[in-house]
Nanobody, 118 residues
Framework: QVLLVESGGGVVQAGGSLRLSCAAS????????MGWFRRAPGKEREEREF??????????YYADSVKGRFSVSVDNAKNTIDVQMNSLKPEDTAVYYC?????????WGQGTQVTVSS
């Protein structure tokens, strides 16, 4: 079992910045991919949307919608993955979730709300 704890959400005006942090604990040695996902208001019945993440090889990937605005940083020693979100837009408003994936299971954090006002 991998436990994920997120922090850093909040309310910001369009054009502003926020930084989200995720700390993993437990069986982190089994994790091959980690990333950030989000679910926008009114889409509670849909799958979480991929935002950015790190693959097992260490490569960082971004959704097209956030490229050039969001930046992921990973600290393997501390088992953390952060995302710096700049130039935020109202459409970035969502609950953001940290995810960690092993070959046997997926783990999710509790989610942190990001609200971008226009």
């Amino acid at each position: 079992q991998v436990l994920l704890v997120e922090s850093g959400g909040g309310v910001v005006q369009a054009g502003g910045s926020l930084r989200l942090s995720c700390a993993a604990s437990g069986r982190t040695v089994s994790v091959h991919d980690m990333g950030w996902f989000r679910r926008a208001p009114g889409k509670e019945r849909e799958e979480r949307e991929f935002v950015a993440g790190r693959s097992w090889s260490g490569d960082i990937y971004y959704a097209d919608s956030v490229k050039g605005r969001f930046s992921v940083s990973v600290d393997n020693a501390k088992n953390t993955i952060d995302v710096q979100m700049n130039s935020l837009k109202p459409e970035d408003t969502a609950v953001y979730y940290c995810g960690a994936f092993t070959f046997k299971s997926n783990s999710w954090g509790q989610g942190t709300q990001v609200t971008v006002s226009s």
